[in-house]
């Protein structure tokens, strides 16, 4: 087996086991109960994107990019009873050859009034100390009851090593089901066998999306390399008649399918993850946005990410803030700067589904109201700037017509998550807001008393820009606009309540951006404390430290 089996979309009656192989098999199904009572066929399909290239750490040598087949497996066991634990392993069959998973054990979701605790992480990313992390968070609860991700689960999402088996033994399920092998230091860490018997809740961020499709180039150039889907609608118009000769000329008849895919190869993607993973039912179908009432915690998890350009000045890549000097006479190969992938505007799908959610009565008589997107609203870190609104371009041109630069501004009146989403938000009575995206740690709280916390400080750190850190961005950038240091957005960062790290001076930091220090929260719904660790993996006999808490408070 590809991997061992992980659970999915508990519901009060049922919840769904996944696992995966790289051959079609004969037979797949459960086994439940201990004895066995019940065997539950599964359904099977082949994933349609997963591939490796000359870049992807395997065993097996690529020369060029290579599909890989690898077949997901799933059994939705029903007609569970509330808080029923049952035993249970995957089998699957090829022939005469025969594969069995350990015993795990699975439970339907559980029920308002139990006590829980709920691992908050984020932007894995085949990251070094992910391992550790896992593995020390493990060791202090014993088991959680859930996983929260904020996205960014691997780099490149395309990569199939990257999920199953890269040999680096950094892969995201390996790592979250205790079988990776990390060396730091002179301890190896293998993660925990947590997915095994624990929902995880993911949301989309950048690397989970892919860029334009093609047949041969290299996986990390695909990933990056995206663009709106409004230029891909625009280019379909003009280029149908090339990509399908066999439509009658000058005027092929419109073909929605075939529209709709091939925008959807030049533009992004994240069919890998919607592949993957079985989300909670939605009432935006297609959509990958969802509301889960679980136990007495209801969890919203939004798509809230725009594309990762460089904030530096490159004249050969497509920057934040400008286009590669050496593109400007090639639209096609532009960036379009660093634009949205999914709108939260009050005007759009999202939003409106999402207005909708917060007056729903799930919502609205949960005891803890949690709300999860991979983007900051506030951070030290380096990715929350510019602001989150739609790139503006302006070009300059020399006297005779040749374009200078085309360089993008991003409003700050117009960031959408401050202007619209928190807003809404808060006067919803959401208590926490949970975010990732620029591998640290740190935590603020609004006048009102709505809670954001970033804890991404999982694998490596970019460092928090306090001081004389500045963020890095072009001259021409207005730093009224994005500010260099600090939180851009206002509030100030709290300085951890227990035990805080100190600067060379002894005075406590309101964050922790170490690639020496790794970070995991967990929520305790019995108490309503979130709780904050940390562990240094390059000291052998380090203990994991409680630095942080505060409590989530509810009417």
């Not at 970033?454 to 606009?481: C, I, L, W």
Request: charged share 20%; net charge negative; aromatic share 12%.
């Amino acid at each position: 087996m590809l991997s061992d089996p992980f659970l999915q979309a508990p519901t009060p009656e049922s919840v769904n086991v996944v696992w995966f192989t790289e051959f079609e098999g004969t037979a797949h199904w459960l086994e439940l109960g201990q004895p066995i009572e019940t065997k539950i066929s599964a359904t099977s399909r082949q994933l349609s994107r997963l591939r490796e290239d000359e870049f992807s750490y395997t065993l097996q040598t690529y020369s060029e990019l290579t599909y890989r087949p690898i077949w997901r497996h799933e059994v939705e066991v029903k007609e569970l009873k509330g808080n029923q634990v049952l035993p249970y392993r995957v089998v699957s069959q090829d022939g005469e050859l025969v594969q069995r998973s350990e015993v795990f054990a699975l439970q339907s979701s559980p029920s308002k009034g139990q006590p829980l605790t709920i691992l908050l992480t984020s932007d894995h990313q085949l990251m070094p100390m992910v391992a550790a992390n896992i593995q020390q968070a493990a060791a202090i609860y014993g088991k959680f009851d859930a996983v929260f991700h904020a996205g960014d689960l691997v780099n490149v999402p395309d990569r199939a090593s990257e999920w199953f088996d890269d040999c680096r033994g950094r892969s995201f399920f390996p790592v979250l089901q205790g079988k990776g092998s990390v060396q730091l230091g002179d301890r190896i860490y293998q993660g925990a066998q947590i997915l095994q018997n624990t929902p995880i809740f993911p949301c989309i961020g950048n690397h989970e999306v892919m860029g334009r499709n093609s047949p041969s180039e290299p996986l990390h150039l695909q990933f990056k390399n995206p663009q709106p889907r409004a230029i891909a609608e625009e280019n379909y118009l003009t280029q149908q008649t090339e990509f399908n000769p066999d439509y009658p000329q000058p005027n092929p008849p419109f073909d929605p399918d075939l529209a709709a895919q091939w925008i959807t190869d030049q533009s992004f993607n994240f069919q890998t993850y919607q592949e993957i993973f079985t989300l909670p039912p939605t009432s935006a179908p297609q959509k990958q946005y969802y509301a889960v009432t679980f136990g007495d915690i209801r969890l919203i998890s939004l798509m809230v990410t725009n594309v990762w350009r460089t904030p530096e000045e490159n004249p050969k890549i497509a920057g934040r803030y400008k286009e590669s000097l050496e593109q400007l006479t090639t639209p096609e190969n532009w960036g379009h700067g660093q634009f949205i992938f999914e709108p939260i505007t009050p005007d759009s799908e999202q939003y409106n589904w999402l207005r909708s959610e917060l007056e729903s009565s799930d919502f609205q008589q949960a005891k803890y109201k949690i709300v999860m997107f991979h983007h900051p609203p506030h951070s030290l870190g380096g990715n929350i700037t510019p602001p989150y609104t739609d790139p503006q371009a302006y070009e300059e041109y020399a006297p005779d017509g040749t374009m200078r630069h085309r360089r993008y501004h991003y409003p700050k009146d117009d960031d959408y998550i401050i202007r619209d989403l928190v807003l809404l938000l808060e006067n919803a009575g959401v208590q926490l807001v949970f975010y990732g995206h620029s591998h640290l740690w740190n935590r603020f709280q609004s006048p009102s008393g709505m809670h954001f916390l970033e804890t991404s400080n999982v694998g490596n750190s970019y460092g928090a820009h306090v001081g004389d850190n500045p963020r890095k961005m072009p001259a021409f950038v207005d730093h009224q606009n994005d500010l260099p240091v600090g939180n851009p957005n206002g509030l100030d960062p709290i300085t951890p309540t227990i035990a805080p790290l100190l600067d060379q001076a002894g005075q406590p930091l309101p964050y922790i951006a170490s690639n020496e220090m790794t970070v995991f929260t967990v929520l305790e719904t019995a108490t309503g404390l979130v709780k904050s660790y940390y562990f240094n993996t390059r000291q052998g006999n380090a203990e994991v430290t409680l630095f942080d808490q505060f409590r989530l408070s509810h009417d």
